[in-house]
Structures are given as C-alpha cells and as structure tokens.
C-alpha cells in the first residue's frame, strides 16, 4: 500500500530473468508467489530457486490470509510474572509476486474496515509492509465476473508494479514510487519498454474486459439500496433451502474478514488468538443466554448477500465483492451470487 | 511504508485489579474494578471488553460513572465461561479491559428533561450509569423517575441504592415492583410494563430510557407507545454478540450499523431503520 | 452436452415430477436443475408444476441429494426425490437411522450412466470448460468440441470415482424406475481403485506425515460434515460448546482429530458416496479414511451400509462371541 | 514416557484404588481419567490425547458379561477393535492403544496392565504425535 504516483513508467521483464529476480529480490524481502501443489495454485513462501506457477487463473485461497491469517496470535500472558506479551508486529519487508487485480482490488476494500476508526495494527503492519506485484488477467476463467464489478482484469493501478503478459516478457508498469524505486535499484533486470509494445500491451489490456461468461449489469446491485424491499425477498428462502450452511463461500471469499476472537491456556502461560469465522455458521451470533438474532440458515444466507451487496456499500461506498468467481467455483450446491443478483431484478 | 509503532494496539487489553465485589443476587455480582495505570474516562452508556486471561473475553456494559477515579464498575450476571469465571475471581484478581466501546446515551441532548428509567433484572446495571450521571449533575436534569422490577425480592439488584439513596434525592421518584412477591415483600407487584401504565408519566419534556430482558422491552416500548412517547425520546440499548468491540470481525453488523460502534444505544427511531435482526 | 438418452430420460422425469404433483403424491420433489456454469448442476425443490419445467437429468447431477432429508424430515411432509443407485444407499442408511420415515419418502430412481467430473475432464482433455462448446458421446468416447478443435476422450477417465467402482447392486427400495433401455456401459465399471492400499505399504511415520500434510490444509469450513448424508446429528458435538473438543483455530493436529472423529462416527452409516471429498475446497482425500473404514467394519462384522433397512448397524449391537484381541 | 487411562468407574477405576491402597507398585508416568463406562470413550477422547502427544492411551473397562450397565463393554470392544485399525492407517502406532477388562477386585491385574502398556511402548521404535504442533505455547 504505497502513495500513488502520476508519473508511470513502462519497463520489460523477460520472463527468463523472473526467477534471478526473486532470487535477487529474496535476500530483501520475504515473497509469496504462486505455487502449484496437489493441484491447487496458491501462495506459498519463496525460497532460493523454489518451482512458481505464473500460468495460474486465480489462487484457490484467496491472498486476504498474508493480511488476516485464519488464526493469529494476538498476545500471550505470563500468569507467574502477570504480564502481558504483545506478539512481535514486526514483519519483514514482503512482497506478493503476481496478485490479480481482483484479489488487489479486495486489499483495498478491507483496508476500508481495519482503518476505520480503530485501527487494527495486525492487519496493518503486514500491509503497509507489503509491495505488491499485480498481474494482468487476458484470460478470464468461467466463473471469473470482476468486470461486472469495476474491477480491470486487464489493468491495475492500486498495485506498486503491474506485470502485462506479452508471451516471452512481461510489460511492466510502475505505478508508486515504490514500485519506481524497486525498478530503479535493481537496472539489470528492467529495460526500457518501447512504443510497439506498450501498444500491444494495451491491446491485450483491453481485449481482457472480454469473454466473460457469467456477470451482472452494474444497475442490477442498486436494488440493494433498499434494503427494506429486498430483506424480505423470497429468495433468501429458496437459497436457504439449499444452502449447507458450510463455510466454504466465507473462507474463500477475498472480502469476507469476520473472525472470532478467543483464548487458549496452558499451565502458566495464556494466549489470545483470533481466526476466521464465518457467518454462515449458527454460533456467529448465538449469544450466551441462548437468544440468536440470526438462528436459521436464511437469515444467515440473507447476512452475507445482503452485507456484501448493501450493508458494505452504504457504509464504506463499495461492494464487497470483487468478482473472484471463487465462491462461484467451489459451493456445493452452485449458489451463485451473479444469479442472485439477476433473479431478484427479473422476475 | 511508515512505521506502525506509534499506533496503539487496539487488542491490548489494560489491566485492572477488583477493588470491590458486591453480590446483588444468587448470581449477579457487582465489581468494582481499578486501573493499575493510566487515565480512564468515560460516558453513561458504554461498554467495556472484560479479559478473564486464559477464559476469554465478553462485552459487559459499564454500570457506574465515577469521574476521576479510574475506576469503574460491572455488575455481571453468571452466563457463559467467561463471567463464570469471573464470578470465582476475589478481590485483588487481575482482569484486562479494553474500551471503553460504543456510543453513549445522549447527554447533551437530555439536558434541561425530565428523566424516566424504566429497568428490569439485571437491565438496570447500564441505565444505572446515566442515573449516577444525572445525580452527579442533579441540576441539568428536571424530574427522575426509576421504574424499576426483577422476577423476585431476591432478584433485585443495587438494593442500597433503590430503597435509601436515590430516593432521597431531590425530585425523584423510585417505584420499585417484582413479579412474584415472597419474603414478606410488601412493595408492588406486577410486570414492569404494568407498573409504567398505572404510573402513567407525562411524555411533556421527558426521555425514557429502557434496558431489560427483551419481552420486557417489548412491552415496555408498546407501553410507551400508548403513553404517547415520541419515538425519538425513547431509548434504549441493544445486546448482540461482540467479540472485538471495534468494528473490524463483523460479528455485531445489522444492517449498515455495527452495534459496538454505532450502538448500543438507540433511539426507538433509530431502531425501527435497522433490519430485525437483534 | 448432447446425449440422446439423458433428453429422453429427463422428459419421463419431468412427466413423473409432473404428475406427482397434480396428483398430490408429493408436497414437493427434491431434483436437480441447471447450474450457472454448463458442467454443474445444482439442487432444487420442486413445489410448482411451472417449476417442472426447469427439472434436468444429465451427466453431472453429481450431488447426494438425501442430504437433505436430514433437516426437513421432521416436517412430516411426503418428499419426492430423485436418486441414482448410489444415492439410494444413503435413503436407505436415513430410514434405518429413524431419519426420514419410508412412508414420508417417494423415491425416483433414474437410470445413471456414471457421473463426470468436470476437473477430469479438464485433466484428460487438455481443454479448460471455458472453452468447451459442446461435448457428444459414443460408446466409449467423449468427443469434446472447442470453437477450433474436438479431442476424443476415454469416458472412464473422466467419471467419478466412485462411478468407477459402482457394484450395479440393485435396490429394492425405489418407487419408480426411470430407464430407457438397459444400456448401461458395464464394461467400463467394476475397477479397482486403489484408495488406500498404496498407504498400506508406508510405515507409520509417512503415513502420520501423509495425513499431516493434508490435514494442515484444513479450513474447517465443515462443508465435509455438511454434506454428508451420514452426519444427521441435530447438533455436532464439535460444534457443542465450541472449543470444547478442538480449538477453533483450525490447527493440524485439531484437524486430525475432527477428520478421524467424522470418519469414525460415520463408519458403518457411510455409503461411500464421495461428497465430502468432491465439496472439500482443499482436496484432502477423505474418502481414503472413508473406504479404509468400510473395509475394516466389513473384515470385523461382514456388514456393509446402504444395503438393507432391516439390519442392524454393528456398532448398534454386539455379540458376546465377538473376537476380543484385548485382555 | 506419558500415558493416559480411562478408566471405567465401576470396575478399573476401583481396580487403579485398590492398587493404591495395596500398595502395589506401578509406573507413575499415567493419568487416570474416571469415566462412567468404558462405552462412553468417543474417539475424540482417544484421538485428541494421541494428537497432543501421549505415548499411549489405556482404556479399561470391567470384563465382557460384567458391565454395570449389562453391556455397555461389548460395545466398546467392537468399537475400539475399529478405532484401532483408524489410527494405524493414520500413522499411529497401534499398540498406542490398549484395552484392559479390570475388576474392581483386580488391583494387581491394574498394576500389571500399566506395566504392560509402557513395556510394549517401550518396544516400539516410531515416535509418538509431534508433541505441542497443535499450539503455539
């Protein structure tokens, strides 16, 4: 997360030189790159001359968890001494090699929650200390549709560096000072981008906003302004009906960020951790004397449309959801947020 | 990349130790907790994230107002694991506390009005704060009223304080009534929304203030529906699980609301905007 | 997907569902309708005859769908449900666990020719499903046409698993049966797949590091649990008094417990229906636990889930001859 | 070397007293967890003490035909023959695992089973559950 620079700069990258780069870049910075394992692209920890997979479509998890890991620890107590141990924030300079311009766009739509008002210094810190080295989608998977929410599979200007595939090379755009600045240290791996192929990589830039199979019209989510109308729409029973009520959607979701905070003990020493939580499940909201406000599965499936889709957006001004697909991809019973969204505008 | 160092970790909870604990009923206690360091300010109507270290953390609603002392205190009801174990705690114990969280009732906006409490079980600890304020600063406000019932005598909390010291405080008026009368209990008996009615107080410059268990809301708010209370000059407060207090693990989201941040007072008016979900 | 029996067959389910409803059978049918993506399909409770409409068969009607006799049994209203052969092992496991009542249940079997997978697909053809136009089918083949190319793969390649090894055992519990001709493609079932034989050659420290490594892939989003046919208690014990039994942070170890716990409780109600290891997010190979199980249960008692609804579960019951390995 | 034990309170949980009391000799590397049956063991039990690193888990319950719930044993034993098979396809070696049918008359039969588990652990070679990979304390 860097202050944006008007000024951008174009370079290449042969794809040959990528993996000196993070060689290079590794003696800096800790890198989390795609790798493909088991059949699942996600990122993993770069080490010295580590396999990476650039030729993915999207992670299986989304990259949320470099920022909010499913479980982390927030302090330890020492109960001899009667002391509380802040767990250390200090991370290393980070770098994510190859982020989406979804899952980018989804960094900025959580920094809106963890900066509001308090800020939440474990989310924080790992941002503020991580570059991010986006990379262009031209080919978008079936049940990819961020073009149906602003977000550029093409083009991304949030991140510090942006990767366009042009075959043997990347174009390179440099977007913050501090992508500048990482460009500008390290000369033997950057050459200056000609004319011809900035053309072509606005050409493969634009051609990327094409060819996506399911999605909705931007006018379709204003319906969710109201909330009133669409609380008590019958489709959130028709979902419930099927919904497992598993945690599937939340945990891969790139927005969704609740967690559950509590506490482990062991002889002398206690810890605080939180993790994530997910609104689907029946113990989110049951409270101690047993009343839930939210106790069936379509009051729970109506939370998390209706958060994403209203709550978000007149609270923060945007919709939480980036258009990843992965919720798409992955529920058990295909329920599908694109399908929502259009089923309660035509009917 | 700025340095983060200067910010505050929200999640830290500060330590204070249980200066005093009072038993109101069978499983109600009041603890009187102090800071081990450092200032403590806050306004009628917050809460507190209490930390019983190794058993967790629950939100509990700041029960007192004692300006200048960090001082502060929670009277808990006996619930879940973590006031379970505070319930076991003594005198002198350790406990973390983060806050103070939420909004607060509105006490620049009720100056000058008269005051109606209306309180039953344990929903009088977060009025009670507002009461203490409003004595503190007895002249702000014009009339006092504490409507206030438990299911039994031996239920009643902050016994002390309702039968011999607000009372006798200057233009206030406690009315006192349980549901069932046993040990020779004398005073009135009916549901609290019973009491209001028979009371009949005048809306005319009044705010009432509602906190019990939530049938008792119900009626309590339909009764001063009738009695012609404006939706915005009737208050009250909401419970919903809370685990940060900060808005961040979305635990507490209706509608566009968090009710650690934006909550947990509301106006009637307010409430009738936010999705039934509570 | 062109495939001239699915049409016909689901034009008698239609008519079946149909008349189901006019004639009041059912309060609803429990079915399959399109997906949003052209490879999947989703569940879909019939009500309305203009819903009927909407009713599909085809080859990727992968989904178990008497896991939803599991909460709405106690409504007391007579269910509809379209079942494959292996589905109807788990209807007969819900009856005889007092899950659903048999007299509450119309159940509509349909002739199934296996079910693909559509990540198999992808595998073995090359060719991701973004770019599929249309798919045609032979006798053993399956001919995947792109806008620019058709590519022949063997159908076995890219069935389910658990399609694979369908024991063809005919159940006696259906209403109805709906098939056109008996065409089934036997040839291509009744394969062995090793599911966890291949582990059985490794000591013990690679099989604790086999199952380690997938397990520190856990999520616990419980889409595993949810699934199942077989978990139909009202209330998991590992969601009672949460962190009572595993931490909530989802912790390798704790993962363990919570997978070898399910895979236990499940033992002699599991038909092996493959769910839990389709909808886990992470691939961890559950159905390993799963057919190890079956197996052991079949070695020690010669019983085997799904089959009749008349007897009894060997962890219900006991002989006082029951080998004792223990002293 | 950590063992645990269930035992039920009928029988083995008496059996555990009476060695106590008699005086007799045993290892003292065992915690006894009183249960009201050998049946009520969930393999949660077994599994979460395996998991944070015990060497071994006893289970002991009164002898088949003398469960004080009539029968409650033989379930067990059905149950445990499985669960045995479970966790040694999972890596766990199964002599980690015992069942012992003990009478609360049979205190030196206590005592001895304690002394049979730790010498069979004592014989295998794999190593036990990584111990505290489940946490970060």
């Known amino acids: 997360m860097s202050s944006n620079n008007p000024e951008t700069k174009y370079f290449l990258l042969k794809k040959s030189k990528v993996k000196d780069l993070l060689n290079t870049l590794y003696k800096e910075f800790e890198i989390f790159v795609p790798v493909e394992e088991e059949g699942m692209v996600n990122f993993k920890r770069y080490k010295l001359n580590n396999n990476f997979n650039m030729e993915f479509t999207n992670t299986l998890l ?88 602003e977000v550029d599979p093409g083009k991304d200007s949030s991140v510090d560096i942006f990767l366009t595939d042009l075959g043997e090379k990347y174009l390179v755009t440099a977007n913050t000072k501090e992508g500048q600045q990482l460009i500008k240290d390290l000369p033997v791996y950057f050459e200056k981008a000609g004319e011809e192929e900035i053309t072509r990589a606005l050409e493969i830039q634009s051609q990327a906003r094409e060819g996506f199979s399911v999605g909705f019209a931007k006018k379709d989510t204003e319906i969710f302004r109201d909330v009133e109308i669409i609380f008590e729409h019958p489709i959130w029973e028709e979902l419930a009906e099927t919904c497992l009520g598993c945690g599937i959607c939340t945990y891969l979701c790139s927005t969704c960020h609740c967690f559950d905070i509590a506490d482990e003990l062991a002889k002398n020493e206690g810890r605080r951790f939180r993790c994530w939580d997910s609104c689907q499940f029946f113990s989110f909201t049951n409270m101690t004397s047993g009343h839930n406000p939210r106790p069936n599965r379509k009051e729970r499936i109506r939370q998390r449309f209706l958060h994403k889709l209203s709550y978000f957006v007149s609270r923060y001004g945007s919709i939480a959801c980036v258009g990843c697909g992965r919720c798409l991809r992955n529920c058990p019973v295909d329920i599908d947020i694109t399908r929502v969204i259009g089923a309660i505008n035509h009917e | 990349m700025n340095n983060l160092n200067q910010i505050q970790n929200p999640y830290l909870p500060r330590i204070a130790s249980i200066e005093k604990i009072t038993q109101e009923t069978g499983d109600i206690k009041t603890f009187r907790l102090v800071f081990l360091e450092g200032d403590f300010h806050h306004l009628p109507g917050q809460f507190v994230e209490l930390s019983v270290f190794g058993r967790g953390e629950a939100p509990i609603s700041i029960s007192s107002f004692i300006p200048g002392e960090n001082s502060l205190e929670l009277s808990v009801k006996k619930m879940g694991k973590v006031t379970s174990y505070l319930h076991s705690m003594c005198e002198g114990d350790k406990v973390g ?11 620049e906006r009720i100056k000058g009005q008269n005051l109606l409490f209306i309180g039953g079980g344990i929903g009088l600890a977060p009025l ?117 207090g900060i808005g961040k693990c979305g635990r507490c989201n209706i509608g566009n609301k968090y009710i650690c941040l934006d909550g947990p007072v509301f106006t009637l008016k307010e409430l009738k905007n936010l999705p039934k979900e509570y | 997907m062109k495939n001239q029996t699915y049409i016909e067959l689901t034009d008698t389910l239609k008519q079946k569902i149909n008349q189901l409803l006019n004639e009041k059978v059912v309060d609803y049918v429990i079915g399959y309708e399109k997906g949003s993506l052209w490879f999947k399909t989703r569940p879909f409770m019939i009500r309305k005859q203009t819903e009927v409409e909407k009713v599909i068969w085809n080859r990727f009607c992968q989904f178990n769908l008497s896991t939803f006799l599991k909460p709405i049994s106690q409504r007391g209203e007579k269910i509809g449900i379209v079942a494959k052969k292996c589905d109807l092992k788990s209807i007969v496991e819900l009856i005889k666990n007092n899950q659903v009542k048999k007299e509450n249940l119309y159940i509509i079997q349909v002739a199934c020719d296996g079910v693909l997978n559509w990540q198999k697909l992808e595998n073995f053809s090359g060719i991701p499903v973004s770019k599929v136009i249309e798919i045609e089918e032979n006798a053993l083949n399956l001919v995947i046409k792109t806008s620019e190319s058709s590519i022949e793969v063997l159908k076995s390649d890219c069935l389910l698993d658990k399609c694979l090894v369908c024991d063809f055992q005919h159940s006696t519990y259906a209403d109805d049966f709906i098939s056109i001709s008996d065409e089934n493609n036997h040839e291509i079932r009744n394969q062995t797949i090793p599911y966890f034989e291949s582990l059985e050659d490794v000591d013990y420290e690679g099989r604790l590091e086999f199952w380690l490594k997938h397990f520190s892939r856990c999520l616990r989003c419980y889409a595993c649990r949810n699934v199942c046919p077989a978990c139909f208690c009202p209330t998991c014990m590992f969601d009672s008094q949460e962190g009572l039994w595993i931490s909530k942070e989802s912790k390798t170890p704790e993962n363990y417990v919570y997978h070898l716990t399910r895979a236990f409780h499940t033992a002699t109600l599991c038909v092996e229906c493959g769910e839990c290891e389709r909808v886990c997010p992470v691939n961890i190979p559950l159905m390993k636990l799963n057919k190890k199980l079956a197996k052991e249960v079949k070695d020690a008692f010669g019983y085997q889930a799904g089959l009749q609804v008349d007897e009894l579960s060997p962890f219900k019951t006991f002989c006082q001859e029951d080998t004792d390995e223990f002293k | 070397m950590e063992i645990v034990a269930f035992c039920c309170q009928w029988c083995s949980y008496a059996g555990a007293d009476l060695a106590g009391t008699s005086r007799l000799k045993y290892p003292a590397n065992i915690r006894i967890i009183k249960i009201p049956c050998s049946s009520r063991i969930n393999p949660t039990f077994i599994l979460k003490a395996l998991s944070k690193g015990v060497d071994g888990v006893m289970v002991a319950g009164c002898h088949p035909g003398d469960c004080h719930y009539s029968n409650g044993n033989y379930f067990t034993r059905r149950r445990l023959t499985v669960l045995k098979r479970l966790i040694e396809f999972c890596g766990i070696n199964p002599e980690r695992l015992q069942l012992y049918w003990i009478s609360a008359a049979e205190g030196g039969k206590f005592a001895e089973s304690v002394k049979d588990i730790i010498s069979r652990l004592e014989k295998i070679q794999d190593k036990p559950f990584p111990k505290n990979s489940g946490s970060s304390l």
Not at chain 2, 97 to 107: A, D, E, I, K, S
């Open chain 2, 128 to 244: 009670r704060s507002l009461i203490h304020y409003s004595f503190l600063k007895r002249d702000d406000f014009g009339k006092i009223s504490i409507i206030y019932g438990a299911r039994t005598p031996a239920d009643l909390v902050f016994k002390e304080e309702l039968f011999n010291i607000w009372s006798n405080i200057k233009n206030t008026e406690v009315h006192i009534t349980v549901d069932v009368a046993t040990n020779g209990w004398q005073g009135k008996v009916g549901v609290v929304p019973k009491i209001l009615k028979e009371l009949n107080p005048s809306p005319d410059n009044t705010v009432a203030f509602t906190c019990g268990p939530p049938i008792m809301i119900k009626y309590s708010l339909e009764a001063l529906n009738d009695l012609n209370f404006p939706e915005e000059d009737t208050v009250t407060t909401l419970e919903m699980k809370m685990k940060c």
């Open chain 1, 62 to 149: 989304p990259p949320k968890g470099l920022f909010l890991p499913q479980q982390e620890t927030l302090f330890t107590i020492n109960y001899k001494k009667e002391e509380l141990i802040e767990e250390n924030l200090e991370t290393s300079r980070r770098i994510i090699f190859g982020i989406r311009p979804c899952d980018s766009r989804s960094l900025t739509i959580l920094d809106e929650v963890f900066k509001e008002k308090s800020e939440d210094v474990y989310y924080l810190q790992k941002r503020n200390n991580t570059l991010l080295i986006g990379l262009g989608c031209s080919n978008p998977q079936i049940y990819c549709f961020c073009s149906s929410l």
């Open chain 2, 97 to 107: 506390l983060r806050g103070p969280y939420g909004n607060t009732f509105p006490v």
